[in-house]
């Protein structure tokens, strides 16, 4: 079986919760419950959102974000934003490392915080565009967009476990 | 009770907060609250949810936030809903209206899914003081922090590093230095007195210079070659001893630790290999163990002779002179502070090094193995040039590593010997003048002291440094040998007949905490009755023979073989009743002979002639030029999918276990090996209670009675013929299947044709 695309006006959604929307095609039936999902959390942010329902069944997957009606884009940028939490480290403040634990502390865009990263070298990873994906203790996710331009005090302090 | 309440994992940063908090709070009595470290817009800082004795309130630190109380009367399901790098309690209420309380990241969803238990127990008939107890051992459990100092433990209930003193970890590994006393204390002995005589050539030169040669003595001189002749000799036999002496020691203790390791992996049950990769248990086996030698080795021995070293010099070179003893102090500081910056500054590029060249060796791990598909799809040049660009990266690293490696020693020994070109000028000018009483030799011997004394001075230096990767080794290893193990409470337990009734009772079971994978789980299966265990992936078929197996003891409600909890029979004793085909037949490394009798080391060889036999192995045993004697490599090189599993099977029929677990055992052969391996398994369930998980229904023909489990709940239970019946998922199941087969019977009908 093959995914049912949206490409742009065909669907409108309506946001009915924290991160549940309302479906409605305008060529057949109207979902409730119906939650977004990026296939592709950590590379490509505003293409290939999936839509699926409550039992977690995809009902369809948004091409891309920017083709929706506004109404429709905007709720489903806000269902994104409560389900998506992927802080942007801006900095790197501080690192401790006690005895094989490591601590970082990061200025985020949602604000500073500490974690511990458990494995370095399976836990951050950079990837081929320059973008650094950090996995902490909890399984929670960060991203440095560029390595490149964060400032030299951060960098001196990451290339301690890179 | 009263006093410990509320039961909170972590202090409120902010007063308004906590204000804000009591003011709603007024009168209510709050039994327990979860300070949660994102506020409710996701950003970082504090909400907090606080359960009461009528409801649960939600404060945020953000004034625009209003904060609601719900009563539990009220709330008709609360759910905690885990999202990306965040979790919310989700609280439909009896009206229908919906409330997000509390917003976490994950480090949290353990104490939250704890909430969501209380919540649920609380419209049962479990007291609420028991509820409130397995809320503070989760509390407790979760709350990953020292009590002592807070700070973070590497899993719960680990001794504190920080607090437990060194001296407890250090205390921890006398156990395997105190046999190796004799040795350790003998080889200290004999590096001192090697270094006793290392001093004594300096100040022989010292004589010839000044007295012997001088005086044209001509027997002095002889005598003073013979002295150093045997001053050397025995030094260089002292060593050699000593050397002996410490290797055998150390080897002894490393291989003590390691065995102890292994023993206690072997032990420990499947929960620690589900959170921790078995690469890094390999890891601490195999190569943390030998820093730890090493480092205790260096403890043990260099810190004394090096000691002894130092204060040896230091004390001939101020009853020699110690106006020049002064000046050759002078680069002291220097080495010191040289020689700690470099180790710190060399160590993060040996982590990189060493991270690069895993990078490189997980692409050769990936492709050379692979090279088949590699080939398949013409990849071979990108292969090459994904690996020359970790290869380069790994040059990078290394070549800088190598410069600094090569820079930072010359520095020091380059001011080393600036140091001893002072002491050359200034002790050479007191000589010519002849005003103080320096002599020739005595500035000579003393030039020997001083670069003998930097040896001491760097490795005092960088001790502390091996210190801490010590004693994270030793942390890493503690973590194994400490961990609990393997549960065995009806240890001695062994009934004398096993009839093979099987029940589960009220059983639930998750693996994380964060979502139930099996539910209520009520079964009972009659002495040699075979049940077949039918579901799609993930709906929990595995995981419920898991719980039979006893992989894991933290489920909830009781599983009984012949009406006794399986908890409460000696675990060894069990599992020998209990025999395990697996989806994936694992071989070791050793003939096909103890590879079927991995479980009955001392079968005779006609038993497992026959299991092999009734496996119908034994035909294509004996293709095999070897036979029996077979040397199969890992994972069972050299066999095919169906004779791997055949032997696995034979390995079963070996043990004559009384309940059978089969887990797909024909998920990965053709039709034909099915075929056989079905008449091996018709042959094993006779008279044995099985358990059978399968995905191909004709796999399921010989079973008395089919179980259908959906998201891990029972969903139809009965005979074969009963379901179809019914109609329900069962049937459907048949339906699909056979249309399938249909198919592709006419599929090859037309090939035919």
């Known amino acids: ?162 | 009770m009263d006093l410990l309440l509320p039961i909170v994992n972590t202090k409120i940063n902010k007063p308004e907060l906590e204000n804000k908090l009591n003011e709603k709070l007024g009168d209510e009595r709050e039994l327990f609250r979860i300070v949660c470290d994102l506020k409710m817009s996701g950003d970082y800082g504090q909400s907090v949810v606080s359960f009461t004795d009528s409801g649960i309130l939600c404060v945020d630190e953000e004034d625009s936030f209003e904060p609601i109380f719900v009563k539990y009367d009220d709330i008709e399901e609360l759910k905690f809903k885990r999202m990306y790098g965040n979790a919310v309690f989700v609280a439909n209420k009896k009206d229908g209206s919906v409330f997000i309380l509390g917003r976490a990241t994950h480090a949290l969803t353990g104490l939250m899914n704890a909430g969501v238990q209380f919540f649920e127990k609380k419209g049962t008939d479990i007291s609420e003081e028991e509820a409130l107890e397995s809320i503070r051992t989760t509390f407790n459990n979760l709350v990953c922090a020292c009590p002592k100092c807070g700070r973070p433990l590497i899993r719960p209930g680990a001794d504190c590093i920080n607090c437990a003193s060194k001296g407890k970890l250090i205390h921890k590994l006398l156990k395997y230095v105190t046999p190796e006393l004799k040795g350790l204390i003998s080889s200290v002995l004999l590096s001192i007195i090697s270094t006793a005589v290392s001093l004594i050539p300096p100040y022989a030169t010292k004589m010839l210079v000044d007295d012997i040669i001088p005086s044209k003595n001509k027997v002095m001189v002889l005598m003073i070659v013979v002295f150093l002749l045997s001053a050397y000799a025995t030094q260089h036999i002292v060593l050699a001893i000593r050397g002996i002496i410490l290797r055998r020691c150390g080897d002894r203790i490393v291989e003590h630790l390691r065995s102890d390791l292994f023993d206690k992996a072997q032990r420990l049950p499947m929960r620690f290999y589900d959170k921790t990769s078995t690469g890094s248990v390999i890891n601490r086996i195999s190569s943390d163990t030998s820093n730890l030698q090493s480092f205790i080795l260096r403890i043990t021995q260099e810190v004394f002779s090096q000691a002894f070293l130092a204060v040896g010099i230091v004390i001939i070179m101020i009853s020699m002179n110690w106006k020049l003893t002064l000046l050759s102090l002078i680069p002291v500081p220097f080495i010191v502070f040289a020689s700690r910056t470099f180790g710190k500054r060399i160590r993060p590029y040996y982590r990189r090094i060493w991270r690069k060249w895993s990078a490189v060796s997980s692409i050769l791990t990936d492709s050379i193995p692979c090279i088949r598909v590699v080939k398949a799809f013409a990849n071979e040049a990108r292969a090459a040039a994904k690996f020359n660009k970790q290869n380069a990266e790994w040059r990078r690293v290394s070549t800088k590593a190598g410069t600094m490696s090569s820079i930072f020693p010359n520095i020091i020994s380059f001011v080393v010997t600036c140091g001893s070109l002072l002491i050359w000028y200034i002790g050479g000018n007191s000589v010519i003048t002849g005003n103080s009483e320096i002599s020739t030799g005595l500035l000579v011997s003393f030039i020997s002291y001083t670069s003998m004394f930097y040896g001491p001075i760097s490795f005092f230096a960088g001790l502390n440094d091996t210190y801490q990767s010590a004693l994270t080794s030793t942390e890493r290893i503690m973590d194994i040998l400490d961990a609990e193990p393997e549960n065995d409470s009806g240890k001695g337990n062994c009934p004398e007949y096993i009839k093979g009734k099987v029940e589960f009772k009220h059983v639930s079971f998750s693996y994380d905490k964060s979502k139930n994978i099996l539910s209520n789980i009520n079964l009972t299966i009659e002495p040699g009755e075979s049940v077949g265990i039918v579901g799609t992936t993930g709906s929990g078929k595995t995981t419920l023979v898991n719980l039979f197996l006893r992989f894991y003891d933290n489920y909830e409600g009781t599983i009984l073989l012949d009406g006794v909890d399986i908890k409460k029979i000696d675990m060894g004793f069990f599992r020998s009743q209990v025999g395990y085909v697996q989806q994936e037949a694992m071989m070791f490394s050793d003939t096909i002979f103890n590879n079927i009798a991995y479980g009955k080391p001392n079968a005779s060889i006609e038993e497992v002639i026959s299991a092999a036999n009734v496996a119908n192995a034994h035909s294509f045993i004996m293709k095999h030029s070897d036979a029996y004697d077979t040397i199969l490599g890992e994972r069972g090189v050299g066999l095919s999918g169906g004779e791997r599993q055949r032997i696995s099977i034979a390995r079963a029929i070996l043990n004559n276990p009384r309940v059978l677990i089969l887990d797909e055992a024909t998920s990965a052969v053709d039709s034909e090996t099915e075929k056989l391996i079905q008449d091996a398994i018709n042959h094993l369930v006779k008279g044995r209670t099985t358990l059978m998980i399968a995905h191909r229904l004709s796999t399921l023909k010989q079973a008395d009675k089919i179980m259908v489990i959906d998201k891990g709940r029972i969903a139809e239970f009965g005979t074969p013929e009963e379901l179809m019946e019914k109609k329900g998922k069962y049937y459907k199941l048949v339906m699909i299947q056979s249309m399938a087969d249909q198919v592709k019977l006419e599929k090859e009908k037309e090939r035919l044709e």
């Open chain 1, 1 to 162: 079986m093959q995914s049912i695309y949206i490409n742009g006006d065909e669907a409108r959604l309506t946001r009915t919760g924290l991160t549940e929307l309302k479906l409605e095609l305008f060529n057949g039936p109207t979902y409730e419950h119906v939650e977004a999902l990026r296939l592709f959390p950590v590379s490509g942010t505003r293409q290939y959102i999936s839509l699926v329902d409550s039992e977690g069944k995809e009902i369809a997957i948004i091409r891309n974000l920017d083709y929706l009606m506004p109404d429709s884009m905007k709720a489903v940028e806000e269902s994104l934003g409560a389900y998506y939490i992927f802080p942007k480290i801006k900095r790197v403040l501080a690192r401790k490392e006690k005895y094989g634990n490591i601590t970082w502390t990061v200025e985020t865009d949602r604000g500073i915080h500490s974690f511990d990263i458990r494995n370095t070298s399976t836990d951050i990873k950079v990837l081929y565009d320059g973008r650094v994906i950090i996995k902490d203790s909890n399984d929670n996710r960060y991203e440095i967009e560029s390595y490149d331009n964060l400032d030299s005090n951060s960098i001196k302090i990451m290339k301690n476990d890179m």
